[in-house]
């Protein structure tokens, strides 16, 4: 098993369908993209944050730099006029766990604000949405795929599969809207043995047999690439290829480390929501080959 990343070149394309690019939202996932897309394949960029800190920094990496943020209709409808590819990559802005009306005040107000601008918009022939693996929830451990079910027990799930619908919804001949559900991202700065190095020989609540998926950053720029110059639509699973359980894989992560093993009390119910093994098959039959199928760390 491959267990370290060689941080490879993302694949170079032989021709483009890009040309005018906006992201929507600029953290972990946006900035490598514009980084990639502006830095190394010369298109324009512009991208968006809700902070006037953050101008300078974003300066470096994008053509253009707006403070904005998705529930400004005005300022979504502006940002569009001209670009070819929006993505939308945002999350709520909090340093912990935020309650599903935070949730649903980020996401739902964007989403109905891009659908009402693109009804406007002659330009974008693409909008992708980053989305979750989240949505599936709890399915006992049982492989899903695109065509699975949402969980509509959770409130958080409910907000993002409502998101993802509105902009589903917002199809056409001329615009293609795809749906990147995507699994834990790790990469650069967020390696999975710095995340289970905090966790090692501490007390987490679960049995750890819930499934996880995972993938690197690597790939979500790539796939996002792969899917954009294609004008591929539709909904789509991004995950690599190892399914562990969170027990499975932090024991491999702790071994490689040296680390103490994590200890899993099963007399409390799971922190996590999700236990399903996601399929990636769809993206595959795409075309796409994932640069990292098997790494952990």
Known sequence: MDIKSTEPEIQQQNYSNLDKI????????????SRYWYQKQNHSVTVTTTTQERVAQLKEIATKVVVMKGKDYQAVESLLQDKDTVVLSIAPISNKQVDAQVYRETYIPTAKNLVAALQKNKSVKQLIYLSSVSVYGNKNGEWVDETSPVDTESEYNQVLSEAEQLLLNSASEDVKITILRLGGIYG??????????????????????TFTSWIHLDDVIAAMDYIAQRRLGGIFNLVNDFNFTIRELSDKICELGNLEKILWDDTKPSYRSLNARISNEKIKDAGYKLIHPQTIV
């Open 22 to 33: 906006a992201i929507i939202g600029c953290g972990y996932v946006g900035t490598a993209a």
């Open 188 to 209: 650069p700065k967020r390696e999975l043995m710095k995340r289970f190095a905090k966790l090692a020989g501490k007390n987490i609540d679960g049995s750890g047999e």
